[in-house]
């Protein structure tokens, strides 16, 4: 089962790597059919994609938040439409009361699936997007820049001491012990950048 606190941050924030349990499943159901393979391969592009937050809600409604009109509604048509022997002539060989047996079944996954699949839970997540609360106040790290609760000791991104900075953002000042001269130029960088973004955001 994933880590409930989540993956550890990655350097400049990037998409990190699919998580064990999520490349399991696509392991074990790559090679059964170039259909599923397609499938997976979906799946594979969606949890690697940089997505904006926009892109997310709509993501989230189509996989399992739209009664009607999602993947989950899909894959469960599907199930029901092999699993019938006047669609799926594979099956026509088989015992008349197997065929209904199996047709039967296939159309209760379906219906199970539109009547209780939990959309709520997709619903509620996507809101919950849309309206996020006031962020919490940050505090900058000296080395990469990134945004940390106001109380960091150690930065969440590139994992550096807070305490191996001074008081004062002038690299000529101080710094971490483990900065090259060329990252400190990058820094440099980045902190003139941040400034000059924050001097030109609307008040």
Known sequence: MSDPMGPVH????AVPPIDPELAGVIEDTTGVHAGIDLITQGIELLALDRLTTDRTQTVLATLAGSEGADIITALALLVARL???????????????????????????????AATAPRAAVADAIGHIDTPNDPAPTATCQHCGADNPTDFTTCGYCHHRRDWYPATSDLAEGGCPAMTEDEKKELSKKLAKKNDDTAKRPR
């Open 10 to 13: 990655t350097a400049g924030n």
């Open 83 to 113: 699993a019938d022997s006047d669609s799926n002539p594979s099956l026509r060989g088989l015992p008349h009361p197997t065929q209904r047996t199996v047709r039967q079944l296939g159309e209760q996954h379906a219906y199970l699936t």
